[in-house]
Nanobody, 122 residues
Framework: VQLQASGGGLVQQGGSLRLSCALS????????MGWFRQAPGKEREFVAV????????YYSDSVKGRFTISRDNAKNTVSLRMNSLKPEDTAVYYC????????????????WGQGTQVTVSS
């Protein structure tokens, strides 16, 4: 399984970005898909997760109401729409796949993408 994340960049505070992650090598619908992020000097933290069907989503409290996770099983992609971005959202964002139910624990994911940098300027 390979995951390829894209869509990061530099944006001003209050702006928006959309991250995408494409999965290849296995049927996409087998996996719950998560987004995590890691800021310099900090541990990797959970951002959002979506179940294989898209029916279930969870968000961290820090992004709830601002970020939206979605998936397109026909295109083997998961997206993260990020609105009202804040400087504290600056991090490398990773997508991850888990062949099981949704989880917010990074250690429970089987596959990881390479990460995409998001920088929010104040």
């Amino acid at each position: 399984v390979q995951l390829q994340a894209s869509g990061g960049g530099l944006v001003q505070q209050g702006g928006s970005l959309r991250l995408s992650c494409a999965l290849s090598g296995q049927p996409f619908s087998m996996y719950a898909m998560g987004w995590f992020r890691q800021a310099p000097g900090k541990e990797r933290e959970f951002v959002a997760v979506i179940s294989w069907s898209g029916a279930t989503t969870y968000y961290s409290d820090s992004v709830k109401g601002r970020f939206t996770i979605s998936r397109d099983n026909a295109k083997n992609t998961v997206s993260l729409r990020m609105n009202s971005l804040k400087p504290e959202d600056t991090a490398v964002y990773y997508c991850a796949a888990r062949e099981a139910l949704v989880s917010s624990r990074a250690e429970e994911y089987d596959y990881w993408g390479q990460g995409t940098q998001v920088t929010v300027s104040s």
